[in-house]
C-alpha cells in the first residue's frame, strides 16, 4: 500500500510558479508510475501530468505542457510538479496518484491519492 501526502500549494499571482511536492510512504514507491491531477469548483478531476517508472517518461495535458514538469525522486519517495507560467484556470486542488499502469491519465486506473493541495492563482 501507498499513502500520498502533496504539499506546496498556495495562492499566487498570475505568472508565477510554484513547486508541489507528494512524499508517498512504502516501500514500493519507485515501482508505481505517478501523476497529477486537479479538479476545479463544479469540473471533473482532470489529467495534468504523469512520470514513469522506467527511465522518467512523462506525458503532459496539452494545457501544461511547456509550463509544467513533473519529476520524481525515488531515492526520497517523492514525486514533484513544477508550475511556471501560471494562470488563473490552472486554479484547482491538485492530486498526486500512484498507478500501476504505464502512462495512463485515466483517474480511475490510479490506486492511491493523496488528500490534495489548493492552488489558487489570482489574475
Known amino acids: 500500500q501507498v499513502q500520498l501526502v502533496e504539499s506546496g500549494g498556495g495562492l499566487v499571482q498570475a505568472g508565477g510558479s510554484l513547486r508541489l511536492s507528494c512524499a508517498a510512504s512504502g516501500r514500493t514507491f519507485s515501482s508505481y508510475n505517478m501523476g497529477w491531477f486537479r479538479q476545479a469548483p463544479g469540473l471533473e478531476r482532470e489529467f495534468v501530468a504523469t512520470i514513469g517508472v522506467i527511465r522518467g517518461w512523462t506525458y503532459y495535458a496539452d494545457s501544461v505542457k511547456g509550463r509544467f514538469t513533473i519529476s520524481r525522486d525515488n531515492s526520497n519517495n517523492t514525486v514533484y510538479l513544477q508550475m511556471t507560467s501560471l494562470k488563473p484556470e490552472d486554479t484547482a486542488v491538485y492530486y498526486c496518484?500512484?498507478?500501476?499502469?504505464?502512462?495512463?491519465?485515466?483517474?480511475?486506473?490510479?490506486?492511491?491519492w493523496g488528500q490534495g493541495t489548493q492552488v489558487t492563482v489570482s489574475s
Open positions: 496518484a500512484a498507478s500501476r499502469m504505464v502512462g495512463s491519465r485515466r483517474s480511475e486506473e490510479y490506486r492511491y
